[in-house]
């Protein structure tokens, strides 16, 4: 039996071990524990199959077992082997040699019995014994006589991966990883086995085991792994997902979301959003919201999750970002539409709201209800430049729909720069095809406008172009009771006669 030495743990104490993790094959080792317990050894070594006593040493091996403290005599069992191989023992208590009786036997018997456990040495071969003699319950039950975590790892997977077993009995497998201590280990053991388990029936209780991992890492490991082999499987981003929600680091929790995201399903939208809403960094959320939008192609209720999501995000820079990402995808139902406009609603900086419903603009499916929904957030721009430049975009537009027109004129009468509301309403009026209700409504919104001067440039540019019109005239002729300088007067006065005559 070859052996591997670990740490050695006492029923009630932990060990220590003079390597920095598993002894490698022929290394210098000893592990201690209570009751003064030391072990030492060099070379690798054979057990007989009772696992009672030393077989077999490489040659200049030793094994050297030492238990003893103030209250007990000190007790030290010793086999070496020469440089042929030939082993030799000696049994001494409190320096003095001693025959080996049936207590002395019975205490080498138990000492060599935990470091076989505790170790891990030979565990493939030990494991395959009791299966034979016991079967699957009977290392599970010698599991749960193992203290060191590398050791059972070591057994556990023995047993997964050549005992045989049938579904239950990896279950039961499982229940027993769930007690490794170490998160490295039951990763990596984990990891090891996921072949078996990563089918139907199995996924949801391995991943039951990944979840009770405490490190971020290691846990991110574990899912990693599992959305790389089992690519394509629905329920395991399902899984995945809801194991990234319990990942504190968030950049640990977005890597593993990024990767869901890459092999996107429908199913996985809840447990994925759930985990999303819980990254706290923008950056972090961001990321992930990018890869699964390209990865969701505009489909409804995810676009909706996606956009609740992205509206938590306190950087007005990311959420700009991504929503004029999402302004590229079609918004043809309504719950897109108020998710979408409550999320731009939600950005504070004029210049980002002004570029995410700038992005909207450039988007050719975009319909009535989108543009007004444009001009309904426009209306909270402060900057006046910034509202001006995004309602101009917007009059190029066709904006001859009712609830779409009054949203319209209600942002631009929110414009105070009167030079500002001008060139709108400008651009209005020379639009081509500007209907007659469009013109009328630039024609109202004119008249409150205080600087006489770009008043009348409006109001003549309707007259030059629209007066033919009556009910064009007739807001002409009530808009011109508004402006108070003679001069001005006379240019809109000038301009009605002109095109009535």
Sequence with gaps: MRIL????????????????????MGANCWVSGQNGLTVQMRGTAEFTDDDRDIKSLSPGGFVRVQEGNWVSPERVYEVRADWAGKLSRTYEVDGSPKQMNSSAQAWVASAMLYMIRESGVGAAARVQRILRTGGPDAVLAEVGQ???????????????????????????????ARRISSDGDKCQFLIDVADQYLRPNLREPWFSVVYTISSDGDKRRALENALRQDAGSAETLVLASKGAGSISSDGDKAQILTEVAEDYKPEARQAWFRAANSISSDGDRAHALSILLRA??????????????????????????????????????????????????????????????????????????????????????????????????????????????????????????????????????????????????????????SSDGDKATVLVLAADTHAGTPAVRAALQKALESVHSDGDYRRVSSALIRKTT
């Design 296 to 449: 969701a192609n505009g489909q409804p209720d995810t676009m909706v999750d996606f956009l609740d999501c992205a509206r938590a995000i306190a950087s007005d820079g990311d959420k700009a970002h991504l929503l004029s990402d999402a302004a590229q995808y079609p918004m043809k139902t309504a719950a897109v539409q108020h998710a979408f406009f409550a999320a731009a609603n939600s950005i504070s900086s004029d210049g980002d709201r002004g570029a995410t419903l700038s992005a909207v603009l450039r988007n050719p499916d975009r319909n009535g209800a989108v543009l007004a929904g444009v001009a309904e957030s426009a209306a909270h721009i402060s900057s006046d430049g910034d509202k001006a430049a995004l309602l101009s975009h917007l009059a190029e537009s066709p904006v001859d729909d009712p609830v779409l027109r009054d949203a319209f004129f209600a942002a631009v009468n929110t414009i105070n720069s009167d030079g500002d509301r001008a060139n709108v309403l400008t651009r209005v009026i020379r639009q081509p095809g500007a209907s007659p209700e469009m013109v009328v409504a630039a024609i109202e919104s004119a008249a409150s406008i």
């Design 5 to 24: 030495i670990a740490l050695l743990v006492g029923l009630n104490a932990l060990l220590l071990c003079s390597c920095a993790g598993p002894c490698e």
């Design 146 to 176: 193992i203290n060191s975590d590398g050791s059972k790892r070591s057994y556990l997977q023995e047993l997964v991966m050549h005992g045989h077993l049938n579904d239950d009995q990896l279950r039961d497998a499982l229940r027993s």
